[in-house]
């Protein structure tokens, strides 16, 4: 019996000249890797740390704003559609998922399940904690911060800190600095 090979995803190498769109100085350090680039939207003074793999998908977009910063060995996986606002800061080790596996009852693998996609919405101005994840469906609102580690699983308000697993509003940042 002769098995049939499939054909891979790619390797992940790009050429700037590949992104839908790319705003002025962006650093691409060292093994970052990105898959389908042509869905894919940078904008100006973008930063992209060591390792970190930008999933695009065949579909939907990933949009990322101005002057955001991300750190190594990042992944995201934009198949159900992500939007990264500006000046957004996001530590090493963050995952975003916009993409699950749906439940089909015990005689089907969790495997081959259905997906179910859902867009990732981060505002402008927030800060994501070194190795948090950010689930499908979710908006972090605008000035947020998710601590370190936490698992956020619904929208954070504007200007909440949320910690955990899963994620909860610690409290709200001050107007002014104390």
Known sequence: MT?????????GAFTPEQFRAIGDDC???PGVLVWHPENITLGRNVYVGHGAMLKG?????MRIGDRTWIGQMCFFHAAGG???????GIGPGVKIITSVHAE???AVP????PIEMAPVVIEDDVDLGVNSV?????TVGRGAIVGAGAVVNRDVPPYAVVAGVPAKVLRFRPDEAP
């Open 110 to 113: 969790v495997l081959f399940s």
């Open 134 to 138: 950010i689930l499908p469906g979710v």
């Open 3 to 11: 098995e049939k090979l499939h054909r891979s995803h790619g390797s």
């Open 82 to 88: 992500l939007t990264i606002g500006a000046r957004v």
């Open 104 to 106: 089909a009852g015990r």
């Open 27 to 29: 650093v691409f350090e």
């Open 57 to 61: 998908y065949y579909r939907n977009e």
